[in-house]
């Protein structure tokens, strides 16, 4: 009978070498376990996973991968020692890592007691940047940084803070992409995947980076950034940027706000992040913007009514609407402009004045000694029929009688010259209304 995929495999010999001893984790790919090397008798992790390829070129290809796997040597990396394949039982062959066995707790296990310090968060998260900086450069993405796969080793000595090594590096490349989908596998962890990861897109280094965003904000406030499971957990990064407590060290909030950006080409590399965590070289350059940076994949999956701080597609306000239906005043291509007019109404974003900005230069713009000349041209037929109205009353007046000429007539009164047309038409009404 086929042993269950699931039941501990305590007390299997893997590769006639190492003896699993007991259980010390699983997960939705493998399980960890305790295993002893018989040939050197020292105690090992073994990694087993709970499908295994039987194609022989896949198999050589793992084994490709394993190998220059395991010559990636870093303080911060869990080694890997070996790896091979279990066909003890022919109807379920399985895959296994053989790495270091480091004693002590995971940061998941540590976290379930409380956040951390903003120092103890800085030290963790500078370490764990220097070990993601090590394998981007030998062309390896981790693609599931989480706080499972970070354990806590102590170093001996006076230094009472934990070294981070981070674990499951390349699990990546050694999966076969079909052999996931047929076992409903997934890449990465609901609730830590970057906006990338869940959009189904290429995953390079930046996409670990936003990662250690979310299990360094997790360190400092005791609560996963994105919380539901499955599609809520997974998507929430499309829709809402991570919130940064307020009263967080300032280093360390620039550079949290810099690694959760959900533009990749905006984050900050490993490299970078772990020389400003230790205050060496602050992030520059990096300015969230007043506004959700806009995704369309999330836009097009909220509803009319979501919250204002989360990415969503909104209705033209109507008074934008009608000034563009209005247009400008006609031009001698007058139908062209109505049909941009009803184009840009069509495909307006909130930020339709820019679209209308960017759309009507085509229109010929005045100067600015234009624009005098114009605005006198303008003014003065108001002035000159103001003129004529006084005239007309003043010539209505005398011709009633409303006013009583004096015995002595006094001199005509001499008004400030007006030059131009204006003035002119000044004089002839008044030598017209003068007796």
């Not at 965590?277 to 509803?303: K, N, V, Y």
Request: aromatic letters at 4%; glycine letters at 6%; one cysteine or more.
């Amino acid at each position: 009978m086929t042993e269950n995929v699931n039941a501990p495999a305590i007390d299997i010999l893997l590769g006639n070498r190492y003896r699993l001893v007991d259980l010390i984790g699983s997960g939705g790919m493998a399980s960890v376990y305790r295993a002893r090397d018989e040939t050197l008798g020292r105690d090992v992790a073994v990694k087993l996973f709970r499908v295994a390829s039987t194609n022989a070129a896949d198999f050589e290809r793992q084994q490709g991968e394993i190998g220059m796997l395991a010559t990636l040597s870093h303080p911060g990396l869990v080694t890997l020692f070996d790896a091979g394949n279990d066909e003890s039982d022919p109807l379920l062959p399985r895959s296994y890592l053989v790495m270091e066995l480091i004693p002590g707790l995971d940061l998941r296990n540590t976290l379930d007691s409380g956040p951390l310090s903003s120092d103890d968060v800085r030290h963790i998260g500078a370490d764990l940047a220097d070990a993601l900086h090590y394998i981007h450069e030998q062309g390896v993405v981790h693609r599931d940084v989480k706080p499972a796969n970070i354990l806590l080793a102590h170093s001996p000595g006076n230094d009472t803070r934990p070294h981070p090594k981070l674990t499951d590096f390349g699990i990546a490349r050694l999966v076969d992409g079909a052999r996931l989908t047929a076992t409903s596998f997934t890449l990465g962890s609901a609730g830590y995947l970057s906006p990338e990861q869940a959009r189904g897109e290429h995953v390079g280094p930046p996409s670990d980076v936003y990662s250690l965003g979310l299990v360094l904000l997790e360190c400092v406030t005791g609560q996963r950034v994105f919380t539901g499971k499955g599609q809520e957990a997974a998507f929430a990064p499309l829709t809402r940027n991570p919130e940064i407590p307020d009263d967080l060290d300032p280093i360390l909030a620039e550079t949290l706000r810099a690694m959760t950006s959900r533009t990749p080409d905006a984050r900050p590399s490993a490299h970078e992040v772990a020389l400003a965590l230790r205050g060496i070289a602050p992030i520059h350059g990096f300015q969230r913007s007043a506004a959700p940076e806009a995704d369309t994949t999330a836009a097009m999956m909220m509803a009319p009514d979501a919250p204002k701080d989360e990415t969503s597609l909104l209705p033209v306000p109507e008074a934008v609407t009608a000034v563009l239906e209005q247009g400008p005043p006609p031009l001698p291509n007058a139908a062209a402009r109505s049909h941009t007019a009803t184009r840009l109404h069509t495909a307006a974003s909130p930020h339709t004045a820019d679209a209308e900005t960017a759309d009507i230069p085509r229109r010929q713009r005045s100067s600015p000694a234009q624009k005098t000349e114009k605005a006198s041209a303008r003014r003065w037929p108001a002035l000159l029929l103001a003129a004529v109205l006084c005239a007309a009353l003043l010539a209505l007046s005398v011709s009633f009688g409303v006013f009583d000429a004096p015995a002595n007539p006094t001199p005509s009164v001499e008004y400030p010259a007006v030059p131009g047309p204006i003035g002119e038409h000044l004089k002839d009404l008044q030598e017209s209304v003068e007796p």
